[in-house]
């Protein structure tokens, strides 16, 4: 990992915060739907399904387009970012996800574009958050492995807070998970897939995902 300026850091924790305006903090990622029918029901259930997702599954995938976003732009190639902002959108399972991750994606451009004048491509059809991410991460100079450390921390944050108020869990519960979580996070080797490597496992989100919008009541956004 590289040594961070002062300024720099301080765009991380930005970059980072739940206090960042893209809406993450109203999806839960199937998980009201999984606590609604009971598949999950306890912090371990939990940790369960949010490790898998790490490993196989949406974040895995996420990941991988964060760091081919953050490379191309670093190398000023943004035909490529574009290239894989789009593989990236038809390969959302679900219309649910598409959308969230669209709207999160989009939401971040133009808070970006009102802060600083520097040209970023245009994505006609939207942008998704991983690839904007790992654009203004690489645009405001935070180096490839910090910038996905902190985008798998930030997405693993807003799961086990959703678990929280879903399940409930206690908030010491809660941070006991995210120091779990954030070593299985430090031991990634996501960084290192090759594009042939890149796929996931995520049916049973999928089903999540789909199944969200008919609940009787919700507290999360589909």
């Not at 590289?2 to 991380?12: E, F, P, W």
């Not at 839960?28 to 598949?39: K, R």
């Not at 490839?144 to 997405?155: D, I, K, N, Q, V």
Request: charged share 15%.
């Amino acid at each position: 990992m590289d040594t961070l300026t002062n300024s720099a850091l301080l765009r991380l924790l930005q970059l980072a915060s739940p206090a960042l305006p893209v809406g993450a903090y109203s999806y839960s990622e199937g998980l009201e739907t999984l606590v609604h029918t009971g598949v999950i029901q306890t912090v371990n259930d939990l940790e369960h399904w949010i490790m898998q997702e790490l490993q196989y599954g949406a974040a895995r995938l996420e990941a991988a387009m964060l760091v081919r976003s953050h490379r191309a732009t670093i190398a000023q190639n943004f035909d490529q970012v574009l290239y894989w902002n789009q593989w990236f959108t038809a390969a959302r399972e679900t219309e649910e996800l598409r959308s969230q991750s669209l709207q999160m994606g989009g939401s971040l451009l133009r808070l970006f574009r009102s802060l600083y004048p520097e040209p970023i491509p245009t994505f006609e059809d939207g942008c998704n958050f991983a690839i904007a991410f790992g654009l203004v991460a690489a645009l405001w100079q935070i180096d490839e492995s910090t910038a996905l450390l902190a985008h798998l921390h930030s997405w693993a944050t807003n799961l086990v807070s959703a678990g929280v108020k879903l399940i409930p869990l206690g908030q010491t519960a809660g941070q006991q998970l995210l120091l779990k979580l954030g070593e299985a996070i430090g031991e990634s080797t996501i960084a290192d897939l090759a594009d042939s490597e890149i796929e996931s496992c995520g049916w049973g989100l999928s089903i999540a995902s789909m199944a969200h919008e008919t609940l009787y009541s919700r507290l999360f956004r589909s």
